[in-house]
């Protein structure tokens, strides 16, 4: 089954660097960023700030290793690591997904289209 895990980083050059190293070691199949603001409260005061929105595209069998990277490499003392089951999957995506994440050579996403 596919899973995302949503994380927010401080700038394009933390999330880069983790995204490009899970999906070399096949933890996510794709890893989607964008900049985005946040409105939070941090040690009694309102934060406004420019950040990062990270989805992890994965699997339930590489999601624990992914989150303990994530976790392990994280910029934030407090980072967020959520999980998001995916209830509804096309067949072609789901076989992308677990092809890119299991050991061996992945297909492009492109690749698992219907002709």
């Known amino acids: 089954m596919g ?8 700038d394009k050059k933390s999330i880069a660097k983790i995204a490009d190293a899970v ?3 096949r ?8 900049k985005i603001n946040s409105v939070y409260t941090w040690k009694g005061k309102v934060e406004n700030t420019g950040e990062f929105l ?3 595209k994965t699997t339930t069998k590489a999601k624990k290793q992914l989150k303990e990277e994530i976790a392990k490499t994280h910029p934030y ?39």
């Open 23 to 25: 999906v070399n070691k």
């Open 3 to 10: 899973i995302v895990i949503v994380s927010i980083y401080p």
């Open 77 to 115: 003392q407090v980072p967020e690591i959520v999980e998001l089951q995916m209830s509804s999957v096309n067949a072609a995506y789901q076989n992308w997904l677990v092809d890119s994440t299991s050991k061996g050579k992945s297909k492009k996403r492109n690749d698992s289209a219907k002709r």
């Open 27 to 34: 933890l996510a199949a794709c890893v989607n960023y964008t």
């Open 54 to 56: 990270a989805l992890f």
